[in-house]
């Protein structure tokens, strides 16, 4: 199991859940092991973060850089984490003096990596479901696409729109971690898909049954495509709130799979959404002209998550043999913060940082979802990468802890847990 779910902390929170929901294990403190120091990264060209020589190298190969989790642990079952990282060794910058750019990839290379196309996706809306409110969201966003000369994203010209769980705007209480992964999750939506309009669904509380509820707020206001960043413990009543919140016919939904290495967490175990593994993502001079490996620690300590779910049943379209049950990851992208996302976050933090975490891959997947074109409406399109593996890089390289079957945490050929069938290659693994 990963740690992440072993130790309760408490977070000072004390909401409770209503009779029947499904209860989540706690969550605990990172393990001090996945805290290596690294070293500092100066503004510079977008891509080009590099950790210290003396920095420890990885499992995967990349030089593991000092984090902090964005996200306060839950307070008691049925409460989620966030799976945002941030480097500690990168001096955020409020604004950046003429000819400086970001630290961190920015969506010219994200672009570039996943062979994604620039001008697809007009008209399209991604959800984006986080709990409590970041009042900053818009400002920030702006601050980020002006950066990158991406198209304008405002409630003024209806590209952007933030609501409660209810559809309103009686938005709940701020949170600063929040408020660092709501960041993170609109700008990678806007580095995939920049021409998609986002909407902001702000669950009152990291409760399972308020961030569930926001999920349905989503979809109801036509959302074709809802990105989930967050997890916690599985336990025997996933089931219900599978069918209560994540089995909605002919809408991609995704969710991270979570930062502590080898283990699942829910709602990633869901057999009706895409669980989004992670990656370190390099540039090189490949043909592809960047190389990714799993990301993970050889201490154990973060990564992303995989393994077999305990109690999700296992979908159709999955045929691996290690799992009776549902099996943890789907498809990845990057998410090792040593290779770090550019995000602009005024709330959490005073402005660009660079972030990472399963918090950045899966709202990035679900771009990508939206520049592949509307589901079909009867469809679970987290079973379109598996009718399309061809069309996916494959990751064979890295691990994410120890344990047997080993492609549940050891990259390989074809399918592994840590990234699932791999990395987006164009669009075409991600339509019908």
């Known amino acids: 199991m990963s740690p992440l779910r072993n130790s309760p902390v408490d977070s000072g929170r004390s909401a409770r859940r209503g009779s029947g929901s499904a209860r989540r294990g706690a969550a605990a403190l990172l393990s001090a092991a996945g805290l290596v120091v690294g070293g500092l990264l100066a503004a510079g060209p977008a891509g080009a973060a590099t950790a210290a020589p003396h920095a420890s190298p990885t499992a995967s190969g990349t030089a593991a850089v000092p984090t902090h989790r964005l996200c306060a642990q ?3 079952p049925g409460y989620m984490a966030c799976n945002a990282v941030a480097r500690t060794d990168v001096k955020p910058h409020l604004s950046l003096s003429r000819g400086l750019t970001p630290s961190g990839f920015g969506p010219a290379d994200l672009q570039s990596a996943y062979k994604l196309p620039a001008n697809a996706g007009s008209g399209q809306t991604v959800a984006i479901v986080d709990a409590y409110d970041d009042p900053n969201a818009e400002k920030d966003l702006a601050a980020y696409r002006k950066q990158y000369g991406l198209p304008d994203c405002t409630t003024a010209n209806g590209c952007f729109k933030k609501v409660d769980q209810n559809g309103g705007t009686k938005y709940p209480k ?62 025997s009543t996933d089931a219900t709130s599978d ?17 502590s290495g080898y283990g699942t967490e829910y709602p990633a175990a869901s057999q009706y959404v895409t669980a989004v593994g992670g990656t370190s993502l390099k540039k090189s001079s490949t043909a592809r002209g960047w190389t990714e490996s799993v990301w993970g620690t050889s201490a154990g300590g973060e990564g992303a998550g995989s393994g077999c779910s305990q109690y999700d049943a296992k979908p159709a379209w999955q045929k691996d043999t290690g799992c009776a049950k549902r099996t943890v990851a789907d498809v990845a992208a990057v998410a090792d913060p040593a290779t770090g996302l550019a995000v602009y976050d005024s709330y959490q933090a005073s402005g660009w940082n660079v972030y990472g975490g399963t918090s950045a ?33 494959d990751v064979t390289g890295g691990a994410n802890g120890s344990c047997s079957p080993s492609y549940l945490c050891t990259a390989g050929s074809g399918y592994d847990g840590p990234t699932g069938l791999g990395t987006p290659n164009g669009t075409a693994a991600f339509t019908k």
């Open 74 to 76: 839950p307070a008691a």
């Open 243 to 259: 069918e209560k919140y994540f089995k909605h016919p002919g809408v991609a939904i995704t969710v991270s799979s979570g930062d």
């Open 361 to 393: 891959s899966a709202p990035f997947i679900a771009g990508v979802y939206a520049l592949a074109g509307a589901p079909g409406a009867t469809d679970t399109p987290a079973s379109y990468p598996y009718a399309h593996a061809s069309a996916l890089n």
């Open 174 to 235: 701020a949170d600063a971690g929040w408020a660092g992964e709501i960041s993170l999750d609109v700008d990678m939506v806007s580095a995939a898909c920049p021409q998609c309009h986002i909407l902001l669904v702000e669950a009152n509380s990291a409760n399972m049954d308020d961030l569930g509820a926001a999920v349905n707020r989503a979809v109801a206001m036509g959302a074709k495509y809802v990105s989930n960043s967050y997890g916690g413990s599985e336990d």
